[in-house]
Antibody, heavy 119, light 110 residues
Framework: QVQLQESGPGLVKPSQTLSLTCTVSGGSISSGGYYWSWIRQHPGKGLEWIGYIYYSGSTYYNPSLKSRVTISVDTSKNQFSLKLSSVTAADTAVYYC???????????WGQGTLVTVSS | QSALTQPASVSGSPGQSITISCTGTSSDVGGYNYVSWYQQHPGKAPKLMIYEVSNRPSGVSNRFSGSKSGNTASLTISGLQAEDEADYYCSSYTSSSTPRFGGGTKLTVL
């Protein structure tokens, strides 16, 4: 059973960089066949793709966030990470990591972590 | 990039059937058989209920079914149960490699 767990600060100051890590257990990122995604959900709102990474390091970012997003992978730790720079209150959301397969179907999700942007 | 169109809310009584629609374009829903549906209970992560339009992951009740006609996909829940009350989101592959979610539908079991 694949499990994903997000970790990182729950509070980030405006203009700073939000950094989250997703630790994968029960499966290996480097085995291939899947993308590893970050998805967020603003309070009371719908889901928004942030981007995804393949074990090889190839990435795809949502064009609306592309200038501020970096997703990286550490296969030795079976982790992938999200950095979102120059955050504002509009970036306050629950951030999920997920395993994504064919057709962008995400079959395993982390529990989500709330990140609040506030001074 | 706008979200796929879903009704904001639907409701039904226990035992009844309901259908949630998800409308896109020929560049997403209509162009590919990669529509997924997720169930999300309050405070919980989304759970995959349907993938590739009509396939159920292992462990998902056969009361959940999916279909597609043209640019509109649908999720049908039959034999409605109290535990089905949740938010439901559709998602689709797109020609621009940017996955799109629907805006979400709140299902109320009366």
């Amino acid at each position: 059973q694949v499990q994903l767990q997000e970790s990182g600060p729950g509070l980030v100051k405006p203009s700073q960089t939000l950094s989250l890590t997703c630790t994968v257990s029960g499966g290996s990122i480097s085995s291939g066949g899947y993308y590893w995604s970050w998805i967020r959900q603003h309070p009371g709102k719908g889901l928004e793709w942030i981007g995804y990474i393949y074990y090889s390091g190839s990435t795809y970012y949502n064009p609306s966030l592309k200038s501020r997003v970096t997703i990286s992978v550490d296969t030795s730790k079976n982790q992938f990470s999200l950095k979102l720079s120059s955050v504002t209150a509009a970036d306050t959301a629950v951030y999920y990591c997920a395993r994504t397969g064919d057709g962008y179907t995400s079959d395993y999700w982390g529990q989500g972590t709330l990140v609040t942007v506030s001074s | 990039q706008s979200a796929l169109t879903q009704p904001a809310s639907v409701s039904g009584s226990p035992g009844q059937s309901i259908t949630i629609s998800c409308t896109g374009t020929s560049s997403d829903v209509g162009g590919y058989n990669y529509v997924s549906w997720y169930q999300q209970h309050p405070g919980k992560a989304p759970k995959l209920m349907i993938y590739e339009v009509s396939n159920r992951p292992s462990g998902v009740s056969n009361r959940f079914s999916g279909s597609k006609s043209g640019n509109t996909a649908s999720l049908t829940i039959s034999g409605l149960q109290a535990e089905d009350e949740a938010d439901y989101y559709c998602s689709s592959y797109t020609s621009s490699s940017t996955p799109r979610f629907g805006g979400g539908t709140k299902l109320t079991v009366l």
